[in-house]
């Protein structure tokens, strides 16, 4: 059977999503895997903003629920985290029990990531230093690779045969 894969990231908001989309896709039958990327979903027209964001939302869950595992691009997005989105697509997927593989993780801990003195970031918030690279939350649920997408790949094959 070939492990289907949800691709989570911020990849749906570079500058030609669904060209790198088909890249990640190919990069996973390459693997032996079958990527399922959030711009596969067919929207229909809404009657306005919200509607049409509730839709991709349904839309982007019935794919996690179909893949047997995630795939997440975990880089720093528009700051020193990742994407909100991304990170609630990691927790429903722990949640609902599949493996998630977080890629693009750096090879520090986070203290190290954030601009800090004495443990707090420049107003004052308190960097957590757990010696892990990502928010504990992230590095305690799921497999987590420093390097790019192939690489995670690389490493899945390795642990799925």
């Not at 509607?51 to 991709?56: D, G, H, L, P, Q």
């Not at 990531?113 to 707090?120: A, F, K």
Request: net charge negative.
């Amino acid at each position: 059977m070939t492990l289907r894969l949800y691709l989570a990231g911020p990849d749906v908001f570079r500058p030609q999503p669904a060209a790198h989309g088909e890249a990640l896709k190919a990069l996973c039958a390459a693997f032996g895997f079958t990527g399922l990327y959030p711009l596969d979903n067919t929207i229909a027209p809404q009657a306005d903003g919200p509607s049409t964001a509730a839709e991709i939302y349904r839309q982007n869950v019935a794919l996690i629920d179909s893949a047997n595992a995630v795939m997440a691009n975990v880089a720093d997005f528009r700051g020193h985290e990742p994407d909100s989105g991304t990170c609630f697509e990691i927790g429903y997927a722990i949640a609902r029990g599949k493996d998630v593989w977080c890629y693009h993780v750096p090879a520090v801990p986070l203290i190290a990531q954030v601009p800090n003195t004495d443990g707090s970031d420049v107003d004052g918030w308190a960097v957590e230093d757990f010696g892990l690279p990502r928010n504990l939350m992230i590095a305690c649920s799921s497999r987590l690779v420093v390097g790019d997408a192939r690489a995670c790949l690389e490493r899945m094959r390795a642990h799925y045969g």
